[in-house]
């Protein structure tokens, strides 16, 4: 096997597609857990998404000029983002999604980004096994959360639509919950109508990019994370993404008929900053 690696195109994102899907339907499956990708229709959007996308960077391995493998660097912010590491069945376990994570380090290194985040599907030990052995922290578990959508009003919180004057504001809350802003992923919920901001008087006190999987949120308090899950109208995806050690948060969310999907494990490399607030992270972090 001679395993090359080049940068992935858009037209890469029908066979890269399927692969997402087949991979990730091969070990949910092995451990009874629903895949990530219902359909190989949503694996190939994801990917048409990602390749398309001027802020991720993609990478690919080909076998003999068949693509087996790709691997997506968010590049929006100041802390890059690392997608699915997928590697087709018939080639697993077999060094290509090392040297695709290694790709991406380096990658990510050149660039200067200080540090590297990613979520883990927590039943998949040989992925978790391969990225503490590349140095990866583990920084905490996080519940996939899916369910019927929340009716509920939170007392003194109102929830709108974001828009391009509020850009600032939620910039300035993510740098005082993180300690890094995450604007390109802003800017992008305002331009597809995904985002919103919940408000408290006059002020901002918490905004998401998109309640599900490839949106995240944050918040003063918990009651602000609560209003705009409240506030939105689907949970995409798998569903959102609650750190379990917020333990009144993911009660609230059991306690209004969500319920946990599977877990996840949030590893970083680098700059990490323990949060000051509340927050979901997107599985993209």
Known sequence: MTIKLRPGTPADAETCGQIIF?????ISSQHNFPSDFPAHEVGIGVASMLLSHPGFYSVVAEDDGIVVGSNFLDERCSVAGLGHVTVS???QNSGVGRRLMQHMLDR???RGYPGVRLLQSTYHSRSLALY???NFDVRGICSVVQ???VREQVPGRTVRAITSAD???CNRLCFRIHGHDRSGEVGDSVQQGMGLVVESGDRITGYTTGIGFFGHSVGEGNDDVKALIAGSKEYSG??????ARNT???RWCLNHDLRIVQNMTLMTIGLYNEPQGAWLPSILM
Request: aromatic share 4%.
């Open 22 to 26: 087949d991979a990730f339907s091969a």
């Open 89 to 91: 069945p018939t080639q």
């Open 108 to 110: 990510a290194e050149e």
């Open 132 to 134: 503490a052995s590349m």
């Open 147 to 149: 369910g019927p959508q």
């Open 167 to 169: 850009l600032d504001r």
């Open 238 to 243: 798998p569903g959102l993404i609650v750190p």
């Open 248 to 250: 009144d948060l993911l």
